[in-house]
């Protein structure tokens, strides 16, 4: 296992995050639209991409709102 920190623009980060919406958008139903405005990921500097055998396996990242308060996304 490998641990790769990054940010949101790195492709596999993205790749992991767009199977996350789709599997979102099936649990949320009809609520998705409500929660996916929440979960955009551009600009997003503090990201990490987990690799198991070099594939893409598992993400993280939290988004900082000011000094004292983050996110915790994208898991």
């Given at each position: 296992?490998?641990?790769?920190?990054?940010?949101?623009?790195?492709?596999?980060?993205?790749n992991l995050v767009k199977l996350l919406d789709a599997d979102l958008?099936?649990?949320?139903?009809?609520?998705?639209?409500?929660?996916?405005q929440f979960n955009k990921i551009d600009m997003i500097k503090n990201?990490?991409?987990?690799?198991?055998?070099?594939?893409?396996?598992?993400?993280?990242?939290?988004?900082?709102?000011?000094?004292?308060?983050?996110?915790?996304?994208?898991?």
């Amino acid at each position: 296992m490998t641990i790769k920190r990054t940010d949101s623009s790195n492709k596999d980060f993205q790749n992991l995050v767009k199977l996350l919406d789709a599997d979102l958008a099936i649990r949320n139903g009809e609520h998705h639209g409500f929660y996916d405005q929440f979960n955009k990921i551009d600009m997003i500097k503090n990201c990490i991409v987990i690799y198991v055998d070099e594939i893409p396996a598992a993400c993280g990242a939290f988004k900082k709102f000011n000094e004292e308060t983050v996110e915790i996304k994208r898991m």
